[in-house]
Antibody, heavy 117, light 116 residues
Framework: QVQLVESGGGVVQPGGSLRLSCAAS????????MHWVRQAPGKGLEWVAF????????YYADSVKGRFTISRDNSKNTLYLQMNSLRAEDTAVYYC??????????WGQGTLVTVSS | QPVLTQPPSASASLGASVTLTCTLS???????VDWYQQRPGKGPRFVMR????????SKGDGIPDRFSVLGSGLNRYLTIKNIQEEDESDYHC?????????????FGGGTKLTVL
């Protein structure tokens, strides 16, 4: 079965950096695009970034463009999110999710990122 | 880019039916919408995709037959029949929008369903 396990969350000061990882299993990782989606405490879902199956194209929400970088290592079945210049408003649970033709069809359990001094 | 609008809350009695609505902004009546269920403290779970012709593709893993969808105009509906306690969740709708070299995925604000 599809499994997506995020790691790398934690507490970071404003202006700091953090790298999230997502270990994927149960499907052919190199054949599917992948997303990062976040959810601030008590709020709705916000799409963050998407990367195509081969890493050829990457797309970002305006709120993170220029600060976050999505990447993948298909040899390790792993998705990444490098987050720089973090702000208090980036505090959220970050979910790794699998894409299927524009639908987000599987989600991880999330990792919490807290930006606070 | 489409904007998706959901009422913040809904409620229904155990064993009854409820219909949740996701409304697309004007000009996006041909868009398909994805429904997601999020139980308290858990990650979201894909329910199914809906267009104006009804369900698109197959339901998500383990989604019971009690869940169905319809689409009409700018509205995309998720109906849950014979509501169970386990259906008490937040329900989110979402849609992808690709334009040329751009891509975004938009979510509605979510509807909190309370089972009475």
């Amino acid at each position: 079965q599809v499994q997506l396990v995020e790691s790398g969350g934690g507490v970071v000061q404003p202006g700091g950096s953090l790298r999230l990882s997502c270990a994927a299993s149960g499907f052919t990782f190199s054949s599917y695009g992948m997303h990062w989606v976040r959810q601030a405490p008590g709020k709705g879902l916000e799409w963050v970034a998407f990367i195509r199956y081969d890493g050829s194209n990457k797309y970002y929400a305006d709120s993170v463009k220029g600060r976050f970088t999505i990447s993948r290592d298909n040899s390790k079945n792993t998705l990444y999110l490098q987050m720089n210049s973090l702000r208090a408003e980036d505090t959220a649970v970050y979910y790794c999710a699998k894409d299927r033709a524009g639908t987000v069809d599987y989600w991880g359990q999330g990792t919490l990122v807290t930006v606070s001094s | 880019q489409p904007v998706l609008t959901q009422p913040p809350s809904a409620s229904a009695s155990l064993g009854a039916s409820v219909t949740l609505t996701c409304t697309l902004s004007s000009g996006y009546s041909n868009y398909k919408v994805d429904w997601y269920q999020q139980r308290p403290g858990k990650g979201p779970r894909f329910v199914m995709r809906v267009g104006t012709g009804g369900i698109v593709g197959s339901k998500g893993d383990g989604i019971p037959d009690r869940f169905s969808v319809l689409g009409s105009g700018l509205n995309r509906y998720l109906t849950i029949k014979n509501i169970q306690e386990e259906d008490e969740s937040d329900y989110h709708c979402g849609a992808d929008h690709g334009s040329g070299s751009n891509f975004v995925y938009r979510f509605g604000g979510g509807t909190k369903l309370t089972v009475l």
